[in-house]
């Protein structure tokens, strides 16, 4: 199948609602793999820049919200996935 209709398929199930998971499963670990890395990446160089700028409580808040998917979906992906802690300078109620 042709890679944009994968994405477009996908983004449009997700406009309807359906969790990362039943993507991933309907797409197949080896189809969704490319993303996870994609999204990984942009969250390590996102969580380095927020240690040096100042963060405010909305972006902190989604900050929160994609470390928690990626901490659910790490384990799939990566068999050596290790948790993502909260930001104390980014995340709403993290500890320092």
Do not use: C
């Amino acid at each position: 199948m042709y890679e944009g209709t994968k994405h477009s398929t996908a983004t449009r199930l997700k406009a309807l609602g359906a969790d990362d998971r039943v993507l991933a499963a309907l797409a197949g670990h080896r189809d969704t793999v490319w993303i996870y890395e994609v999204l990984t990446s942009y969250a390590r160089s996102a969580r380095s820049e927020a240690r040096t700028v100042f963060i405010t409580k909305d972006v902190g808040e989604r900050a929160a919200a994609v470390r928690r998917v990626l901490n659910q979906l790490g384990p799939y992906y990566d068999p050596d996935f290790q948790t993502l802690a909260p930001l104390p300078s980014s995340e709403p109620g993290a500890t320092r």
